[in-house]
């Protein structure tokens, strides 16, 4: 089934565009929801809003992806009423919000955990420790050839592949591997759409990528995972099982939407999240992520009922019992 439907995701996207259109002439009660941020989170939305279309085809849902950050700049500005998101927002991003009166309410929807991915014919790379992403990936790292990372490897230029600096996964990785701070390598292939990625990493015997686990999971045959190591701990490959259990740290995250409180007013906008939330988990592990326990559901949704507005997620350490964390903002806010 994720095979599927990740790979069907276009053609469904463009069959909601043209079922809004056609609900638009025939309907003058045809409602619109808009949506765009992140890639990493678009197979989720996608997915919902063709599911949604099925009991409610009268509303024209809208998903594109800009990168988390090019989303948030839509949502600030009101042009989008929810922003697919693979970070927490920026204290900046929800200043520029409040500044044009928009409040969102922030509701985690799944696990993903950042895969690192070589080429299927790299038959030397066994596991990379986070030491040694940061020598790669850092502005300022000496680790350019395979050599460099150690001596018994080829004498060859690493072809890094990743996403660009729109993407919240871009500030996920530069936050967890290079340090609060750090600044990411310019010489790189660069792009917000990981399909791109993929294709790049798939056709280049030297290369090095890093994005999200979904489209990993789809692309297994084209791809190479690579365990990583933190720390003391042995080397940890990205599975359903470490993400959810924390182990494939630190480079599991929970995954957001943003939805904004004025739309919210719309009673479609209400719905489709409500929808969404209920049929999150299911969503997540079929396109390839990784559901979140059912009592972080719940507590989304109760976020969501009382409108609790901020990021209770943002400054929070890789590998957070993230229902604990709810629950005390549920608490507060009682």
């Known amino acids: ?13 463009l069959g909601l565009l043209l079922a809004g259109c ?18 990493t989170v678009y197979p989720i939305t996608a997915a919902a809003a063709e599911m949604f279309r099925e009991i409610d085809a009268r509303t024209k849902v809208s998903v594109a992806y800009s990168g988390t950050g090019g989303g948030f700049k839509k949502f600030a500005v009101g042009e989008i009423d929810i922003s697919d998101a693979s970070r927490p927002i920026k204290e900046k991003e929800e200043a520029a919000c409040a500044e044009n009166g928009i409040a969102s309410v922030e509701l985690p929807v799944a696990f993903d955990g950042i895969s690192v991915v070589v080429h299927p014919k790299n038959d030397f790379v066994d596991h990379l420790t986070t030491d040694e992403l940061k020598m790669i990936w850092s502005a300022d790292g000496t ?5 460099d990372v150690r001596p018994n490897w080829p004498d060859q230029p690493i072809a890094c592949y990743g996403p660009g600096s729109a993407s919240g996964t871009f500030d996920y990785f530069v936050e ?5 701070g750090g600044s990411m390598r310019t010489d790189y292939s660069a792009n917000e759409d990981d399909n791109v990625l993929v294709t790049g990493v798939s056709g280049d015997v030297n290369s090095l990528g890093f994005f999200g686990f979904a489209y990993y999971a789809e692309n297994q045959s084209r791809l190479k995972v690579v365990p990583v190591k933190s720390g003391d701990g042995m080397p940890v490959e990205p599975t359903v099982a470490t993400i959810n259990n924390g182990t494939y740290t630190p480079l599991s995250r929970p995954i957001f939407i943003y ?4 739309s919210l007013e719309r009673p479609e906008v209400q719905a489709f999240v409500d929808f969404y939330l209920e049929n999150a988990g299911e969503l997540s592990q079929a396109v390839g992520y990784v559901a979140l326990p059912a009592p972080v559901y719940a507590n989304a949704r109760e976020l969501l009922s009382a409108r609790i507005t901020g990021s209770i997620f943002r400054g929070v350490e890789p590998g957070t019992d993230i229902e604990v964390l709810m629950q005390s903002a549920l608490k507060k806010a009682d």
């Open 143 to 147: 680790m350019r050839k395979w050599s």
């Open 259 to 262: 939805v904004s409180t004025l």
């Open 176 to 180: 967890a591997i290079l340090g609060k």
């Open 22 to 39: 056609e609900a638009s002439t025939n309907d003058t009660a045809a409602k619109s929801i808009k949506i765009d941020g992140s890639s």
């Open 1 to 13: 089934m994720r095979s599927t439907l990740l790979s069907t995701l276009p053609i469904l996207a």
